[in-house]
């Protein structure tokens, strides 16, 4: 805590204190705490040498006195029974007002302050955050939203009780830690013997003076789990699970320590083109605050949506109405990239341990206390041990007294020894199998028991007591003995009692992270005045060149060979005769530049292809060799590769014989940008012409399905689906019967119900099986795509209508399975659904394929079918004299 101490501390104004290093404080322990010196202030400030009155025991005892009450007292859980002070108290509180019924909570806020010395809001405030939390308390009126962020009502208008699963974890008055009320009146609980690691299962945040904590919480169910596989000496993970339920990215949890992180997101799916929907939120925020960072972020043009509704009750439904013509893909990314739709929690784990802050993981939170509820199982198992061996002996000797009718020694003893020694001299000869000695105290009781129950007295019954009792001393030794296994049933039992309905909520996810230059809206004009140099979003006098937003880079190249990327802003200065410039993609590996410069004023020139990725903003490149004088004669922009012929026109100047050539960029290899290039002539350039328009010289793209994040990749993640030239795209079809056909882009969402998702075949048929809802018969059809671009449904549009099987294989084979009808079984039927329908179109109905009963449809393998080979045109490169370039394996030219 030094450091935090001394950053607390005031700087002193110069001009009227000092800082006297050479003094020595009288206080001990002082420079412990502040270090950087003694603060002082002035009584005279004309005469400042005079008077100087020290503060240092103002800064040593009352600011850390404060400092360590907020700490302890305050802001973070003890790591005991997982409580803060003022939780603590009000559930002893509520355990003191107990009697089954409903309390009104301003009545249990009243109780609290007997415990609690600060006000009734603070109280009221903890309580309601207890009661939301649903575990511990069971409530009744209105508690509030977590939903909606709506607040409780009034104290004096909900009520509560202590639910069941608190009256058996948390209370257990025997074996309970008790320390006096700050006034000194009553008994309070130091710690609560919880059985449970509540600390876990609710979470806890607070801020103290140095230092937090922020402890999430995790599922009841997972916890039980983990502490069963500790008292097993098994291997266990914890993660966070949250009532907004919501999705997770918990890859860098880090156990909860300092300096994790906990991505989190709201749960948003297309609920028609025009329509999204959000049906769960990310923990830490609520519909309210949701809703305003997304109009705050339409305001701010970063996405574009025409109304928000918000129709949340007992679930979260929050429907964005978009704008025709608007991607919801691309808005769905824009609202996790610039809204609070996904949100980054930080966890830090700090709990009070013996009077002392300690930063643990949540591993070891939940090793702590599932050892304490151990130790309090035994504590208690102990007890009743004891009260059982109590209970017997009395019993015991109940029945000699009895039996034995040794009352009747004392009808003519007179004073109260001789009744004593009467009684003892009569147990005497009967107490050999007894456990410990007789008391004083065993006597005075036998002395009180009535005449009537004496009179009543069944010799059979008592012996069936005491064997009761003995066989309940036996299971509790037993229990000792085996205590892990008795713990393991403990754990075992509150699962199976309370876990119903208490499953995971919120679902763990990989995210795949967003580029908010990808999916920003582009609301803004971008302008360029090449002559002069200037780029920027306010010269709407000078020649547009593109939409961007205020989070886009500009790459800007200009007539010296100089290269430069900045961001947008109202008015940049670049450099003057600006020949390209483009909004800038860091991750674009396809764009490439093909350039010919003249290298200085009169030197040769060179021709050189290459991309641009890794770069260092408003840094001047040089694409030239460097010489004075250079200057760019050619340059072209080409966003998959491509690469043109031009042809080179020298200026006449002496005996030169070949004034004129073709040059063919595909000769050449893509380098990088610092590369000089290779020379296109040593004479100088008259003019250049492009000769023929160039075709990609990049190899289709790969194209990777990763499962896990729900997305289309080309890092080699997941399943493959195919190299992908421009015109190629992917066939997509749901469960409810949608298909559509669209280009594969990698920031393309795809819903939970997708079937099926590969590379699309124009000419390959489409088979499905369906139910029709409104002619209640099973229907077979064969298709093929009729539309791009646009989501179809290819079944019957009845409710009750539903897919049974979809394949795209060539000839596809299916088993139908026949339920038993009446103890009949009808036999299976194989279907070869090539030749049992014809391909027909989009919109057909199909074929009637049974009108029986199925109960199951069953996929068998494809007959065979040999796929034609797709004819790829050859790529060529000619040379000048019309011979062939070889070609390396992956399509690129061989230089000499």
Same mark, same amino acid.
């Given at each position: 805590?030094?450091?935090?101490?001394?950053?607390?501390?005031?700087?002193?104004? /110069?001009?009227?204190?000092?800082?006297?290093?050479?003094?020595?404080?009288?206080?001990?322990?002082?420079?412990?705490?502040?270090?950087?010196?003694?603060?002082?202030?002035?009584?005279?400030?004309?005469?400042?040498?005079?008077?100087?009155?020290?503060?240092?025991?103002?800064?040593?005892?009352?600011?850390?006195?404060?400092?360590?009450?907020?700490?302890?007292?305050?802001?973070?859980?003890?790591?005991?029974?997982?409580?803060?002070?003022?939780?603590?108290?009000?559930?002893?509180?509520?355990?003191?007002?107990?009697?089954?019924?409903?309390?009104?909570?301003?009545?249990?806020?009243?109780?609290?302050?007997?415990?609690?010395?600060?006000?009734?809001?603070?109280?009221?405030?903890?309580?309601?955050?207890?009661?939301?939390?649903?575990?511990?308390?069971?409530?009744?009126?209105?508690?509030?939203?977590?939903?909606?962020?709506?607040?409780? #009502?009034?104290?004096?208008?909900?009520?509560?009780?202590?639910?069941?699963?608190?009256?058996?974890?948390?209370?257990?008055?025997?074996?309970?830690?008790?320390?006096?009320?700050?006034?000194?009146?009553?008994?309070?609980?130091?710690?609560?013997?919880?059985?449970?690691?509540?600390?876990?299962?609710?979470?806890?945040?607070?801020?103290?003076?140095?230092?937090?904590?922020?402890?999430?919480?995790?599922?009841?169910?997972?916890?039980?789990?983990?502490?069963?596989?500790?008292?097993?000496?098994?291997?266990?993970?914890?993660?966070?699970?949250?009532?907004?339920?919501?999705?997770?990215?918990?890859?860098?949890?880090?156990?909860?320590?300092?300096?994790?992180?906990?991505?989190?997101?709201?749960? $948003?799916?297309?609920?028609?083109?025009?329509?999204?929907?959000?049906?769960?939120?990310?923990?830490?925020?609520?519909?309210?605050?949701?809703?305003?960072?997304?109009?705050?972020?339409?305001?701010?043009?970063?996405?574009?949506?025409?109304?928000?509704?918000?129709?949340?009750?007992?679930?979260?439904?929050?429907?964005?109405?978009?704008?025709?013509?608007?991607?919801?893909?691309?808005? $769905?990314?824009?609202?996790?990239?610039?809204?609070?739709?996904?949100?980054?929690?930080?966890?830090?784990?700090?709990?009070?341990?013996?009077?002392?802050?300690?930063?643990?993981?949540?591993?070891?939170?939940?090793?702590?206390?599932?050892?304490?509820?151990?130790?309090?199982?035994?504590?208690?198992?102990?007890?009743?041990?004891?009260?059982?061996?109590?209970?017997?002996?009395?019993?015991?000797?109940?029945?000699?007294?009895?039996?034995?009718?040794?009352?009747?020694?004392?009808?003519?003893?007179?004073?109260?020894?001789?009744?004593?020694?009467?009684?003892?001299?009569?147990?005497?000869?009967?107490?050999?199998?007894?456990?410990?000695?007789?008391?004083? /105290?065993?006597?005075?009781?036998?002395?009180?028991?009535?005449?009537?129950?004496?009179?009543?007295?069944?010799?059979?019954?008592?012996?069936?007591?005491?064997? #009761?009792?003995?066989?309940?001393?036996?299971?509790?030794?037993?229990?000792?003995?085996?205590?892990?296994?008795?713990?393991?049933?403990?754990?075992?039992?509150?699962?199976?009692?309370?876990?119903?309905?208490?499953?995971?909520?919120?679902?763990?996810?990989?995210?795949?992270?967003?580029?908010?230059?990808?999916?920003?809206?582009?609301?803004?004009?971008?302008?360029?005045?090449?002559?002069?140099?200037?780029?920027?979003?306010?010269?709407?006098?000078?020649?547009?060149?593109?939409?961007?937003?205020?989070?886009?880079?500009?790459?800007?190249?200009?007539?010296?060979?100089?290269?430069?990327?900045?961001?947008?802003?109202?008015?940049?200065?670049?450099?003057?005769?600006? $020949?390209?410039?483009?909004?800038?993609?860091?991750?674009?590996?396809?764009?490439?530049?093909?350039?010919?410069?003249?290298?200085?004023?009169?030197?040769?020139?060179?021709?050189?292809?290459?991309?641009?990725? #890794?770069?260092?903003?408003?840094?001047?490149?040089?694409?030239?060799?460097?010489?004075?004088?250079?200057?760019?004669?050619?340059?072209?922009?080409?966003?998959?590769?491509?690469?043109?012929?031009?042809?080179? $026109?020298?200026?006449?100047?002496?005996?030169?014989?070949?004034?004129?050539?073709?040059?063919?960029?595909?000769?050449?290899?893509?380098?990088?940008?610092?590369?000089?290039?290779?020379?296109?002539?040593?004479?100088?350039?008259?003019?250049?012409?492009?000769?023929?328009?160039?075709?990609?010289?990049?190899?289709?793209?790969?194209?990777?399905?990763?499962?896990?994040?729900?997305?289309?990749?080309?890092?080699?993640?997941?399943?493959?689906?195919?190299?992908?030239?421009?015109?190629?795209?992917?066939?997509?079809?749901?469960?409810?019967?949608?298909?559509?056909?669209?280009?594969?882009?990698?920031?393309?969402?795809?819903?939970?119900?997708?079937?099926?998702?590969?590379?699309?075949?124009?000419?390959?048929?489409?088979?499905?099986?369906?139910?029709?809802?409104?002619?209640?018969?099973?229907?077979?059809?064969?298709?093929?795509?009729?539309?791009?671009?646009?989501?179809?449904?290819?079944?019957?549009?009845?409710?009750?209508?539903?897919?049974?099987?979809?394949?795209?294989?060539?000839?596809?084979?299916?088993?139908?399975?026949?339920?038993?009808?009446?103890?009949?079984?009808?036999?299976?039927?194989?279907?070869?659904?090539?030749?049992?329908?014809?391909?027909?179109?989009?919109?057909?109905?199909?074929?009637?394929?049974?009108?029986?009963?199925?109960?199951?449809?069953?996929?068998?393998?494809?007959?065979?079918?040999?796929?034609?080979?797709?004819?790829?045109?050859?790529?060529?490169?000619?040379?000048?004299?019309?011979?062939?370039?070889?070609?390396?394996?992956?399509?690129?030219?061989?230089?000499?």
């Amino acid at each position: 805590m030094d450091e935090d101490e001394e950053n607390i501390i005031p700087n002193e104004d /110069e001009s009227q204190n000092e800082i006297n290093d050479s003094s020595e404080s009288n206080d001990e322990g002082f420079d412990d705490i502040v270090t950087s010196g003694e603060h002082h202030f002035y009584d005279n400030p004309e005469d400042s040498h005079d008077t100087i009155t020290k503060v240092t025991g103002m800064y040593k005892d009352w600011f850390l006195d404060y400092a360590s009450y907020v700490i302890l007292e305050r802001a973070v859980p003890a790591i005991e029974d997982g409580f803060k002070p003022v939780q603590r108290r009000i559930m002893h509180s509520l355990k003191e007002l107990d009697d089954g019924r409903y309390n009104k909570v301003a009545n249990v806020v009243g109780h609290t302050m007997q415990y609690h010395p600060h006000g009734d809001q603070s109280i009221g405030d903890a309580m309601v955050q207890i009661g939301q939390k649903e575990l511990l308390i069971d409530c009744q009126g209105n508690w509030g939203n977590i939903l909606t962020g709506d607040g409780a #009502a009034a104290s004096r208008y909900i009520e509560a009780r202590l639910s069941k699963f608190a009256l058996e974890v948390i209370y257990s008055p025997k074996i309970t830690d008790w320390g006096m009320s700050y006034d000194g009146r009553r008994a309070e609980p130091n710690n609560l013997p919880v059985k449970f690691p509540l600390l876990l299962a609710q979470g806890a945040e607070g801020i103290a003076v140095g230092l937090s904590t922020k402890v999430l919480p995790h599922n009841f169910n997972e916890l039980i789990d983990a502490s069963i596989k500790i008292l097993k000496g098994k291997p266990f993970t914890l993660y966070p699970d949250f009532m907004t339920q919501g999705i997770a990215d918990i890859s860098n949890y880090n156990n909860g320590l300092r300096g994790g992180r906990v991505r989190v997101r709201a749960k $948003i799916a297309q609920l028609d083109k025009n329509t999204l929907v959000i049906t769960q939120i990310p923990f830490s925020t609520n519909t309210t605050t949701l809703i305003d960072s997304i109009l705050k972020a339409n305001d701010k043009g970063k996405i574009k949506i025409k109304k928000i509704e918000d129709n949340t009750a007992a679930d979260v439904e929050i429907l964005i109405h978009l704008f025709p013509g608007v991607s919801p893909d691309k808005t $769905i990314d824009a609202l996790f990239a610039f809204t609070a739709c996904e949100t980054s929690v930080a966890p830090l784990g700090c709990v009070i341990e013996d009077n002392k802050p300690l930063f643990i993981g949540v591993s070891d939170m939940l090793k702590i206390s599932t050892n304490r509820t151990v130790g309090l199982l035994k504590s208690e198992l102990e007890i009743q041990l004891s009260e059982l061996e109590e209970q017997w002996h009395f019993l015991s000797l109940e029945r000699i007294f009895i039996e034995n009718k040794i009352y009747r020694d004392i009808e003519e003893k007179t004073t109260r020894e001789d009744v004593l020694q009467a009684v003892d001299d009569g147990l005497k000869p009967h107490i050999k199998h007894l456990r410990r000695a007789i008391t004083e /105290e065993d006597i005075l009781r036998l002395l009180d028991i009535r005449i009537m129950r004496i009179s009543k007295f069944d010799s059979n019954k008592a012996q069936d007591k005491i064997e #009761a009792l003995e066989g309940n001393i036996e299971q509790v030794k037993h229990d000792l003995e085996h205590l892990i296994d008795f713990a393991i049933a403990y754990f075992t039992k509150l699962k199976e009692k309370y876990g119903k309905g208490r499953e995971r909520q919120t679902e763990l996810r990989v995210f795949d992270d967003i580029e908010a230059t990808k999916v920003v809206l582009r609301n803004t004009k971008l302008y360029v005045n090449r002559e002069e140099g200037f780029v920027g979003t306010s010269l709407k006098k000078d020649e547009y060149v593109t939409d961007c937003s205020d989070i886009d880079d500009v790459i800007v190249f200009l007539r010296d060979g100089s290269m430069m990327v900045t961001k947008v802003d109202a008015k940049t200065f670049v450099g003057k005769d600006i $020949i390209h410039i483009a909004i800038f993609d860091k991750s674009d590996k396809r764009t490439t530049y093909n350039m010919i410069y003249r290298d200085g004023k009169s030197g040769p020139s060179y021709i050189k292809r290459f991309n641009v990725s #890794a770069i260092t903003r408003d840094k001047l490149y040089d694409l030239t060799n460097g010489t004075k004088g250079s200057q760019i004669l050619y340059f072209t922009c080409n966003p998959n590769g491509e690469a043109e012929v031009i042809t080179v $026109i020298l200026r006449q100047i002496g005996s030169i014989k070949k004034l004129k050539f073709d040059i063919d960029f595909a000769k050449m290899a893509i380098k990088g940008r610092s590369s000089k290039g290779n020379l296109a002539s040593k004479y100088p350039i008259k003019k250049i012409e492009i000769k023929e328009k160039g075709i990609s010289t990049l190899l289709p793209r790969k194209v990777w399905y990763d499962d896990t994040v729900q997305r289309l990749n080309v890092d080699e993640r997941g399943e493959l689906l195919g190299e992908f030239r421009p015109s190629d795209k992917i066939l997509i079809i749901q469960q409810s019967g949608k298909l559509k056909v669209i280009t594969p882009e990698l920031s393309t969402h795809f819903d939970s119900d997708m079937v099926v998702l590969e590379k699309w075949v124009p000419k390959k048929p489409i088979s499905a099986i369906y139910y029709d809802g409104e002619k209640e018969r099973y229907y077979i059809k064969r298709f093929l795509v009729e539309t791009e671009n646009k989501e179809e449904v290819f079944i019957s549009e009845h409710p009750n209508s539903q897919l049974e099987i979809v394949s795209t294989d060539y000839r596809p084979v299916v088993e139908l399975v026949f339920p038993k009808i009446k103890g009949v079984q009808k036999e299976s039927i194989t279907v070869d659904i090539e030749d049992f329908i014809a391909v027909k179109g989009f919109k057909a109905l199909g074929n009637q394929l049974t009108t029986d009963k199925i109960k199951q449809v069953n996929m068998l393998e494809p007959l065979p079918y040999e796929v034609p080979e797709e004819i790829v045109p050859e790529r060529r490169i000619i040379n000048d004299d019309g011979s062939d370039v070889p070609l390396d394996e992956d399509g690129q030219p061989i230089l000499f």
